[in-house]
């Protein structure tokens, strides 16, 4: 039976805060405890990164806690389920599969939506798999009521038009090209990109990769809808490691990580110029 596809619960007056992390990384356990931080820093939706031995997006850092997760036994369904257990604990905004096509072809594509509906995602993002190949699985999607999320690159150009106008929930811009990563300066063509975009989408337009400073977070949140943060974030889980895994100092590693996350989003609170 086919579902409607589910709406995400998005804050209407202010730019989102979108948050990415890996799943396994350090721990399941942890995981939850650093969704249930992002949230209370602010995030407006969660990115869940599923692990994977050959991402082809991902940077030295992100690669890095795949490899962590990954020997920790991390895998797509104990991923997806993870949302389950984020949900119980008590995170309420929407949560975001990323993962890779292989491993959902591995898992199967139904079998795949169904675990993620089961277990209360509200939408996937799939990186590699390139729009004018998303069709069937976008129809997938809409049977189960989910979102497949779109990306756009400064070099899809021509192709803009089709993918904004295909876009569910969030279109996600790249913002400049090659794998993530943090950087310090971003593209300076990035604005127009950002707006040429927007003049096609129907849903809000989030922009990531290399974005890792609240001044860099400053500077876009008035030519776009949403800022994804995925990198920065998980190399401050990588600086605090050892303490997350040390029962008597998690819970101030915890809040030192929910507040490099606020300090993240706070540019994001102030009032934009142009909205």
């Given at each position: 039976?086919?579902?409607?596809?589910?709406?995400?619960?998005?804050?209407?007056?202010?730019?989102?805060?979108?948050?990415?992390?890996?799943?396994?990384?350090?721990?399941?356990?942890?995981?939850?405890?650093?969704?249930?931080?992002?949230?209370d820093a602010g995030a407006?939706?969660?990115?869940?990164?599923?692990?994977?031995?050959?991402?082809?997006?991902?940077?030295?850092?992100?690669?890095?806690?795949?490899?962590?997760?990954?020997?920790?036994?991390?895998?797509?369904?104990?991923?997806?389920?993870?949302?389950?257990?984020?949900?119980?604990?008590?995170?309420?905004?929407?949560?975001?599969?990323?993962?890779?096509?292989?491993?959902?072809?591995?898992?199967?594509?139904?079998?795949?939506?169904?675990?993620?509906?089961e277990n209360g995602a509200?939408?996937?993002?799939?990186?590699?798999?390139?729009?004018?190949?998303?069709?069937?699985?976008?129809?997938?999607?809409?049977?189960?009521?989910?979102?497949?999320?779109?990306?756009?690159?400064p070099t899809s150009k021509?192709?803009?038009?089709?993918?904004?106008?295909?876009?569910?929930?969030?279109?996600?811009?790249?913002?400049?090209?090659?794998?993530?990563?943090?950087?310090?300066?971003?593209?300076?063509?990035?604005?127009?990109?950002?707006?040429?975009?927007?003049?096609?989408?129907?849903?809000?337009?989030?922009?990531?990769?290399?974005?890792?400073?609240?001044?860099?977070?400053?500077?876009?949140?008035?030519?776009?809808?949403?800022?994804?943060?995925?990198?920065?974030?998980?190399?401050?889980?990588?600086?605090?490691?050892?303490?997350?895994?040390?029962?008597?100092?998690?819970?101030?590693?915890?809040?030192?990580?929910?507040?490099?996350?606020?300090?993240?989003?706070?540019?994001?609170?102030?009032?934009?110029?142009?909205?």
């Amino acid at each position: 039976m086919r579902r409607k596809v589910k709406t995400l619960r998005l804050p209407a007056n202010q730019p989102l805060f979108i948050p990415f992390i890996v799943a396994g990384d350090p721990s399941a356990d942890l995981t939850v405890d650093l969704a249930l931080a992002l949230q209370d820093a602010g995030a407006d939706v969660l990115e869940l990164g599923v692990p994977y031995s050959d991402p082809l997006a991902d940077g030295p850092t992100i690669q890095r806690a795949a490899a962590r997760a990954l020997a920790g036994q991390m895998t797509l369904p104990k991923a997806v389920q993870l949302v389950a257990e984020m949900r119980k604990k008590g995170v309420k905004i929407p949560i975001i599969i990323f993962t890779y096509y292989n491993p959902v072809l591995q898992l199967g594509e139904e079998s795949f939506f169904a675990l993620a509906r089961e277990n209360g995602a509200d939408g996937v993002l799939i990186p590699d798999l390139p729009f004018e190949e998303s069709g069937p699985l976008r129809k997938l999607g809409e049977r189960f009521g989910l979102p497949l999320i779109s990306l756009v690159a400064p070099t899809s150009k021509q192709r803009i038009e089709r993918i904004a106008s295909a876009a569910q929930g969030f279109l996600y811009c790249v913002s400049s090209l090659g794998v993530t990563g943090v950087r310090e300066t971003l593209p300076e063509s990035l604005g127009g990109f950002l707006g040429e975009v927007k003049r096609h989408s129907r849903v809000p337009v989030a922009v990531g990769f290399g974005i890792s400073t609240p001044e860099q977070v400053a500077m876009l949140k008035d030519v776009c809808d949403g800022v994804v943060v995925g990198s920065a974030l998980v190399q401050k889980v990588e600086q605090l490691l050892e303490r997350l895994q040390t029962p008597k100092e998690k819970e101030a590693a915890l809040a030192e990580f929910a507040a490099y996350a606020r300090s993240l989003a706070a540019p994001l609170r102030e009032p934009c110029s142009s909205r």
